[in-house]
């Protein structure tokens, strides 16, 4: 079978490791040239060097207007366009909303919902003088529902959710389709650090649950992995999923579907 996304010049923000790795993996083996966007340059240089081929890294600041903007023009200069951007790059913040000091709020919010607009409307911009493109946006199960503990983080999504369809419905009529994909769970560095945190909050202990990853298996049955985040980006990438788009996509082994 063909590669899926042969040719296409693939954007992906916050691709150093985790999810966005992944995304950047899978792209490149289904023969698109990947750029790897990080706030942290070096990772994603030896990223883009394990990946291999034509992958390259560019350091930028998904939250800092004039570096998505700078990187985005790169691009474009470099591979004479650019068909698919993943805004993937994000932060966790694990704290109740009440009491969260503004400074923290936008901490979150400045890249999980700013940097996702720069990206959007950066890459839109260069895709429409194109002809076309896809938009894919790393939201989150969380921005569907109240979310304590992790509210900035959630709203953020939220936002981000709602500006990947307006962005779609807007751009439609020049070939660019936006979809937001909502994982659940997935056992990255993102999510590591915070389940004792999550657990005592949760009062997991209590409830006879030993730890978080008890909870997250009672909960969705088990972490999602990043190379199935990875699988449905590539889906939503490429010309089959060409009536696609405004789309959000959950990927949670039913977290957010379950009451009880
Ligand atoms: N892990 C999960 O359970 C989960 C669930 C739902 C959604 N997500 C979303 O998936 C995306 C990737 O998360 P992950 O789990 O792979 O996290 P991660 O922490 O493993 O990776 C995040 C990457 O983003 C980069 N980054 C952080 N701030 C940046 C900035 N300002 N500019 C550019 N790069 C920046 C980091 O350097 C890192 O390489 C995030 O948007 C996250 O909110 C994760």
Redo the contacts with the bound molecule.
């Keep these: 079978m063909a590669a899926k996304l042969e040719g296409k010049i693939a954007l992906i923000?916050?691709?150093?490791?985790?999810?966005?790795l992944a995304v950047a993996t899978r792209y490149a083996a289904e023969g698109a040239t990947v750029v790897l966007?990080?706030?942290?340059g070096d990772?994603a240089q030896a990223a883009a060097e394990n990946i291999g081929g034509s992958a390259s890294a560019i350091t930028?600041?998904?939250?800092d207007e004039g570096q998505t903007a700078a990187l985005i023009a790169e691009i474009v200069d470099q591979h004479g366009g650019l068909d698919i951007a993943v805004a993937?790059?994000?932060?966790?913040l694990v704290a109740p909303a009440v009491g969260m000091s503004l400074e923290d709020w936008r901490k979150v919010t400045s890249?999980?919902l700013d940097?996702v607009f720069l990206t959007l409307t950066h890459a839109a911009g260069a895709m429409a003088a194109s002809g076309g493109g896809a938009l894919i946006t790393?939201?989150?199960v969380s921005g569907q529902a109240g979310s304590p503990l992790i509210g900035a983080?959630a709203s953020a999504?939220a936002g981000a959710i709602n500006l990947t369809q307006t962005i779609a419905v807007e751009m439609r009529d020049h070939g660019i389709r936006a979809n937001a994909i909502c994982?659940?769970?997935?056992d990255?560095?993102?999510?590591k650090p915070h389940k004792q945190t999550f657990a005592d909050a949760l009062g997991l202990e209590a409830m006879g649950i030993p730890d978080f990853d008890a909870f997250i298996g009672m909960k969705q049955g088990r972490y999602g992995k990043?190379t199935e985040v990875a699988a449905l980006a590539t889906f939503l990438a490429g010309d089959r999923a060409g009536f696609c788009t405004a789309g959000v996509y959950n990927l949670d082994g039913g977290l957010r579907a379950g009451l009880l």
């Design positions: 923000t916050g691709a150093a490791q985790g999810i966005g966007a990080d706030i942290d990772a930028a600041d998904a939250g993937n790059a994000g932060v966790a890249i999980n940097g790393i939201a989150s983080y999504k994982p659940g769970f997935i990255t560095d993102m999510v990043e």
